[in-house]
């Protein structure tokens, strides 16, 4: 009998996929094989060589004065990577330097490709709030994508560090507070980076960092101290970065912090014990900037020898900028302070990625001139950046004053038939603050500001602006908060936009006060005095404090810094063009005084259970308990209807399911999200944890059947001994739109 193609090419897919382990494993081999007989050719000082990276900025920008000496060790094979290289004309120029060096050793070209390169998406935080595994995997792609054509071949990204203190300016930089969200989004962004295998010339390897719990610093201050329980590392902190190293992530790069007064860069335990011991990690760690040699000013290392010696017996692998492997760590394998396989086996690290590159074979295989032109001439990146800013909005309120003619019951989206909006604030035609911090310097894409985007979609409803203040709003005089409060009374409605300016959010960019900055409150209150309905589009890299716009205005649309295309994903929010369908990935606090705080807190001995009555319980006087927006929040313009709920054994394990019906008139994503608590534990377990979730399109009337399988992973934890696994008694299953938002519940015992 004739087999049909069909079936050929299946058979054909299925013993692909049946041989790749084995081909990779023969792979692996064979590079293997290569380092080996490569570092027998090499001296220490060449081994050491690859360990040390520093930054091109005066190679591509002004020259320094010690311009000579780096090209000279260059030349000499003293270096093994950089950062801060871009473009292909100069990785070019560097990487023929390299091929001067005696082995010619090709140099890896790293750069902080964190929400994009030309084309900018938006943050990681905001990219979060989408709950949308499949855009965000293609989002970090198309990143990749930019950054492999212009010579790249490393990014710093994703940063994967669970982070409840919006405190921390680098809470930007991640996926929010969740640990089960995290590592999911980790997976993604890994995924995206690096493609399905590395060496393509559309992927880059990817970073997971910063190892460990650099989310947790003290107060939020950033590069600060972090104490915590190794039982609260390992739940909590830990996990996103196992996720990373599950896909496949290349590198991990340590953190600045002390942990538990030991610093993460010559942290044995981490990086030895539990990152290449525990967890088989074959990769390389990279020091962050200057880690090494800071071991000294923390009072960890006596001096930059010291330092140098401590990193490398704790398995930091490469010195990111911090000269000290490179004038210390010779002498310190001849003193026998570090032993020669140390170096031997963080240079083969380093060297197995080259290989794996491909850079041996082609060193120039990432810096081709027309793919670059070719690729950031690539107009669906755009309108990939228009999806993820569209899917990362998060509707915190509408309503419940609609406008005349909506079709809904709330001010959003806006009426057709409006005659005139009024768009005010110090961010509405902004477009530098829509991109937001860790951008790629040079030539962006450029930039839709929120103005831009509504006149672009307004039709024949007349737009008039006003700014108000500058961005910031450090100062709001008379005259312009008079013409904004002119322009605002003979509109139908206002559009003011405000927020944080994007140099507020990310790396030393931590805040006592995350209340509105400046005068913008006093803005709002000004407008809220002519009656007129308000929708306030907030832009920001964290949650911030704003009890009175959260109180008094009509709407209120979180679109964080969208990117590149920004302006015209608000835009198609307001207008209904988009049915939002973002949810919130970390807690919006009250006030300050509640920080740091999550959805999945510990209940006490004393609970609340009449927030009227909170004598002697575990409560402040001044401030409800509860976040201002919790975790998981976030509207739609229609509704969802959560019933027959039913729990039924299924295997080892059990099947929870229940209907999902759209019942409103549009159709919308709704983000199913599952929470487990286990009820009496041998420790203490938070009141929930999200442990799955699903985005489901539904249309008007629309229903559907949801399942979640519920087994080991969703009810096992770690016990005081630091073992996972389930213990019997009884569990709490839920489900809802939000963390406080719980539609249907169910007991389940394990016997």
Same mark, same amino acid.
């Given at each position: 009998?004739? #087999?049909?193609?069909?079936?050929?090419?299946?058979?054909?897919?299925?013993?692909?996929?049946?041989?790749?382990?084995?081909?990779?494993?023969?792979?692996?081999?064979?590079?293997?094989?290569?380092?080996?007989?490569?570092?027998?050719?090499?001296?220490?000082?060449?081994?050491?060589?690859?360990?040390?990276?520093?930054?091109?900025?005066?190679? #591509?920008?002004?020259?320094?004065?010690?311009?000579?000496?780096?090209?000279?060790?260059?030349?000499?094979?003293?270096?093994?990577?950089?950062?801060?290289?871009?473009?292909?004309?100069?990785?070019?120029?560097?990487?023929?330097?390299?091929?001067?060096?005696?082995?010619?050793?090709?140099?890896?070209?790293?750069?902080?490709?964190?929400?994009?390169?030309?084309?900018?998406?938006?943050?990681?935080?905001?990219?979060?709030?989408?709950?949308?595994?499949?855009?965000?995997?293609?989002?970090?792609?198309?990143?990749?994508?930019?950054?492999?054509?212009?010579?790249?071949?490393?990014? /710093?990204?994703?940063?994967?560090?669970?982070?409840?203190?919006?405190?921390?300016?680098?809470?930007?930089?991640?996926?929010?507070?969740?640990?089960?969200?995290?590592?999911?989004?980790?997976?993604?962004?890994?995924?995206?980076?690096?493609?399905?295998?590395?060496?393509?010339?559309?992927?880059?390897?990817?970073?997971?960092?910063?190892?460990?719990?650099?989310?947790?610093?003290?107060?939020?201050?950033?590069?600060?101290?972090?104490?915590?329980?190794?039982?609260?590392?390992?739940?909590?902190?830990?996990?996103?970065?196992?996720?990373?190293?599950?896909?496949?992530?290349?590198? /991990?790069?340590?953190?600045?912090?002390?942990?538990?007064?030991?610093?993460?860069?010559?942290?044995?335990?981490?990086?030895?014990?539990?990152?290449?011991?525990?967890?088989?990690?074959?990769?390389?760690?990279?020091?962050?900037?200057?880690?090494?040699?800071?071991?000294?000013?923390?009072?960890?290392?006596?001096?930059?020898?010291?330092?140098?010696?401590?990193?490398?017996?704790?398995?930091?692998?490469?010195?990111?900028?911090?000269?000290?492997?490179?004038?210390?760590?010779?002498?310190?394998?001849?003193?026998?302070?570090?032993?020669?396989?140390?170096?031997?086996?963080?240079?083969?690290?380093?060297?197995?990625?080259?290989?794996?590159?491909?850079?041996?074979?082609?060193?120039?295989?990432?810096?081709?001139?027309?793919?670059?032109?070719?690729?950031?001439?690539?107009?669906?990146?755009?309108?990939?950046?228009?999806?993820?800013?569209?899917?990362?909005?998060?509707?915190?309120?509408?309503?419940?004053?609609?406008?005349?003619?909506?079709?809904?019951?709330?001010?959003?989206?806006?009426?057709?038939?409006?005659?005139?909006?009024?768009?005010?604030?110090?961010?509405?035609?902004?477009?530098?603050?829509?991109?937001?911090?860790?951008?790629?310097?040079?030539?962006?894409?450029?930039?839709?500001?929120?103005?831009?985007?509504?006149?672009?979609?307004?039709?024949?409803?007349?737009?008039?602006?006003?700014?108000?203040?500058?961005?910031?709003?450090?100062?709001?005089?008379?005259?312009?908060?008079?013409?904004?409060?002119?322009?605002?009374?003979?509109?139908?409605?206002?559009?003011?936009?405000?927020?944080?300016?994007?140099?507020?959010?990310?790396?030393?960019?931590?805040?006592?006060?995350?209340?509105?900055?400046?005068?913008?409150?006093?803005? /709002?209150?000004?407008?809220?005095?002519?009656?007129? !309905?308000?929708?306030?589009?907030?832009?920001?890299?964290?949650?911030?404090?704003?009890?009175?716009?959260?109180?008094?205005?009509?709407?209120?649309?979180?679109?964080?810094?969208?990117?590149?295309?920004?302006?015209?994903?608000?835009?198609?929010?307001?207008?209904?063009?988009?049915?939002?369908?973002?949810?919130?990935?970390?807690?919006?606090?009250?006030?300050?005084?509640?920080?740091?705080?999550?959805?999945?807190?510990?209940?006490?001995?004393?609970?609340? #259970?009449?927030?009227?009555?909170?004598?002697?319980?575990?409560?402040?006087?001044?401030?409800?308990? #509860?976040?201002?927006?919790?975790?998981?929040?976030?509207?739609?313009?229609?509704?969802?209807?959560?019933?027959?709920?039913?729990?039924?054994?299924?295997?080892?394990?059990?099947?929870?399911?229940?209907?999902?019906?759209?019942?409103?008139?549009?159709?919308?994503?709704?983000?199913?999200?599952?929470?487990?608590?286990?009820?009496?534990?041998?420790?203490?377990?938070?009141?929930?944890?999200?442990?799955?979730?699903?985005?489901?399109?539904?249309?008007?009337?629309?229903?559907?059947?949801?399942?979640?399988?519920?087994?080991?992973?969703?009810?096992?934890?770690?016990?005081?001994?630091?073992?996972?696994?389930?213990?019997?008694?009884?569990?709490?299953?839920?489900?809802?739109?939000?963390?406080?938002?719980?539609?249907?519940?169910? !007991?389940?015992?394990?016997?």
């Amino acid at each position: 009998m004739k #087999t049909s193609p069909h079936v050929a090419l299946a058979r054909a897919a299925a013993s692909l996929l049946l041989a790749a382990p084995l081909l990779a494993s023969a792979q692996d081999a064979q590079i293997e094989r290569k380092v080996a007989a490569l570092l027998k050719q090499m001296t220490l000082a060449e081994k050491v060589g690859q360990l040390h990276q520093l930054s091109g900025r005066q190679f #591509t920008g002004p020259t320094s004065s010690d311009y000579a000496d780096k090209l000279a060790d260059i030349r000499a094979g003293r270096v093994g990577s950089m950062l801060n290289v871009k473009g292909v004309a100069d990785t070019r120029e560097i990487q023929a330097l390299a091929l001067q060096s005696r082995l010619k050793i090709p140099l890896l070209f790293g750069l902080d490709v964190i929400h994009g390169y030309q084309t900018v998406f938006p943050v990681p935080l905001g990219e979060s709030a989408s709950w949308d595994m499949d855009a965000i995997r293609q989002s970090a792609h198309i990143a990749a994508r930019e950054a492999a054509a212009s010579g790249i071949h490393w990014t /710093f990204a994703p940063m994967v560090d669970v982070s409840r203190d919006p405190r921390w300016g680098r809470v930007m930089e991640g996926a929010g507070e969740d640990t089960y969200l995290g590592s999911q989004i980790a997976r993604a962004r890994v995924l995206g980076f690096q493609g399905a295998k590395l060496g393509g010339t559309d992927a880059v390897m990817a970073t997971a960092k910063h190892f460990a719990a650099y989310g947790a610093a003290i107060a939020g201050r950033d590069y600060n101290a972090v104490d915590m329980s190794e039982h609260q590392l390992f739940e909590v902190y830990l996990p996103p970065f196992k996720a990373a190293l599950d896909a496949g992530v290349a590198t /991990f790069m340590n953190s600045f912090n002390t942990l538990n007064g030991v610093p993460a860069t010559g942290s044995a335990w981490l990086q030895r014990d539990i990152l290449k011991g525990s967890w088989g990690f074959r990769g390389f760690v990279v020091s962050d900037w200057g880690s090494v040699r800071e071991m000294v000013p923390h009072g960890y290392a006596s001096d930059l020898s010291d330092a140098a010696v401590k990193a490398m017996n704790a398995g930091s692998d490469m010195d990111m900028e911090g000269y000290a492997y490179s004038a210390h760590l010779e002498q310190a394998v001849k003193s026998g302070k570090v032993k020669m396989s140390a170096v031997d086996e963080a240079a083969g690290r380093v060297l197995y990625k080259k290989f794996e590159l491909g850079l041996f074979d082609d060193p120039y295989k990432f810096s081709d001139a027309a793919r670059e032109k070719a690729v950031l001439a690539d107009s669906s990146h755009r309108a990939a950046a228009l999806e993820m800013a569209q899917k990362s909005i998060v509707l915190l309120k509408n309503g419940p004053r609609p406008l005349a003619g909506a079709a809904v019951p709330g001010p959003l989206p806006l009426a057709r038939g409006l005659k005139r909006i009024a768009v005010i604030g110090p961010l509405a035609d902004s477009q530098r603050d829509l991109e937001g911090g860790w951008v790629v310097q040079g030539e962006r894409a450029p930039v839709v500001s929120i103005l831009q985007g509504i006149r672009r979609r307004a039709g024949a409803t007349e737009i008039v602006h006003a700014q108000a203040c500058a961005p910031g709003c450090a100062t709001l005089d008379a005259a312009s908060l008079e013409q904004a409060v002119k322009v605002a009374q003979q509109s139908d409605v206002i559009v003011l936009a405000v927020g944080e300016t994007w140099d507020m959010s990310g790396e030393a960019k931590s805040r006592t006060d995350i209340s509105l900055p400046g005068q913008q409150e006093k803005l /709002f209150e000004a407008l809220k005095a002519t009656g007129k !309905p308000i929708v306030a589009v907030m832009l920001a890299g964290r949650p911030l404090v704003f009890n009175t716009i959260a109180d008094q205005a009509d709407a209120i649309v979180y679109a964080w810094f969208p990117g590149s295309e920004g302006g015209n994903a608000v835009a198609s929010v307001l207008f209904g063009d988009y049915n939002p369908s973002g949810k919130l990935p970390i807690t919006f606090p009250r006030s300050v005084g509640q920080i740091p705080l999550s959805y999945a807190q510990y209940q006490t001995g004393r609970p609340v #259970t009449d927030e009227n009555n909170v004598v002697y319980k575990s409560a402040y006087i001044d401030s409800p308990n #509860t976040p201002r927006y919790a975790f998981g929040h976030g509207l739609s313009y229609t509704s969802f209807a959560y019933t027959d709920l039913k729990l039924q054994r299924s295997g080892a394990g059990s099947m929870l399911s229940f209907d999902l019906a759209n019942t409103g008139a549009r159709s919308g994503e709704e983000v199913v999200q599952l929470y487990v608590r286990d009820m009496v534990a041998s420790v203490v377990r938070p009141l929930k944890e999200l442990k799955s979730f699903q985005k489901v399109l539904l249309k008007p009337g629309e229903h559907k059947r949801i399942q979640f399988a519920i087994g080991p992973e969703q009810l096992a934890f770690f016990n005081r001994q630091l073992k996972w696994g389930v213990e019997p008694g009884e569990f709490r299953l839920m489900v809802g739109s939000a963390s406080d938002d719980i539609r249907l519940e169910a !007991p389940l015992t394990i016997p």
